[in-house]
């Protein structure tokens, strides 16, 4: 860290993808998964659209308006009591066993360096909030569900974190922050983190899509894996 010239301290900012990064696996995805399996939505439908948006967003090609009226739905067809409490349970059954090997460690890696850490994804915060809290991280960035008048719209609020609007929320959330940050650098997976990898001082590919493992090989990034036997930091 350096002192700015007001005599403070600059600090630096790490972002981390969550799902695919963090976690080796898609909480949005699994979280259509799960509803499914406890008959909470239509089986067959659900399922099917489900794995429809899920090949679209690893395409690259996803409309996240879409998909998150989709994804939305079933906060206006249940009740919150009874969403809250399947959202425990998900976080408890699927997502725990999901946090990859080293996820941990490089959080504390980042921690113990004096860094600020926040979490920044295109999954909505309903899903996104409690395995933030999981990981221990008090900072995210996530799409926002808008609620009037204290129930869910099934629309998104503002920008959606998601490709390019990862830029533009990355930056709104970094203008709020009390000090300014001397180098920023975001850890992510896939395709579509390509605008946010390219905006950041760092860029480094974890367990990437073959995409953005081009991309990386390309711009010289590190690659690494969360996942294996060996820390990779």
Same mark, same amino acid.
């Given at each position: 860290?350096v002192?700015n010239?007001k005599?403070? @301290? ?5 972002? @981390?993808?969550?799902?695919h990064?963090l ?5 949005d995805?699994?979280?259509? =998964? ?10 067959a439908?659900y ?16 409309d ?7 994804a939305?739905? +079933?906060l ?6 009874t ?8 976080v408890e =059954?699927i ?6 090997r080293?996820a941990r460690a ?17 999954t909505? =915060?309903f899903?996104?909030? +409690? ?8 900072a995210?960035?996530a799409?926002?569900p ?15 974190? @998601?490709q ?11 203008a709020?922050? +009390? ?15 390509? +605008?946010?990898?390219r ?5 480094i ?7 953005l493992a081009?991309?990386?090989r390309?711009a010289?990034w ?10 990779p @930091?």
């Amino acid at each position: 860290m350096v002192k700015n010239e007001k005599g403070s @301290f600059n600090l630096d900012l790490t972002l @981390f993808d969550l799902d695919h990064t963090l976690l080796a696996g898609d909480s949005d995805y699994l979280w259509g =998964r799960f509803l499914v399996n406890e008959g909470v939505v239509d089986s067959a439908h659900y399922a099917r659209e489900n794995e429809r948006f899920h090949d679209q967003y690893k395409a690259g090609n996803l409309d996240i308006h879409a998909y998150q009226r989709f994804a939305l739905a +079933p906060l206006l067809e249940n009740s919150l009591e009874t969403m809250h409490a399947l959202r425990r349970d998900y976080v408890e =059954r699927i997502i725990s066993p999901i946090v990859a090997r080293h996820a941990r460690a490089l959080i504390d890696h980042h921690r113990a360096r004096g860094d600020a850490i926040a979490i920044i994804t295109a999954t909505n =915060r309903f899903i996104t909030e +409690p395995i933030a809290e999981l990981l221990d991280i008090d900072a995210l960035i996530a799409t926002e569900p808008e609620i009037v008048d204290g129930a869910y719209t099934g629309e998104i609020a503002g920008t959606p974190s @998601f490709q390019d609007g990862k830029i533009a929320r990355a930056i709104d959330w970094v203008a709020e922050q +009390p000090q300014p940050f001397q180098q920023v650098t975001f850890y992510s997976d896939s395709l579509n983190d390509l +605008p946010l990898l390219r905006w950041a001082d760092t860029a480094i590919a974890v367990d990437p899509d073959e995409t953005l493992a081009a991309a990386a090989r390309e711009a010289g990034w590190p690659i690494i894996s969360l996942r294996g036997e060996t820390r990779p @930091f």
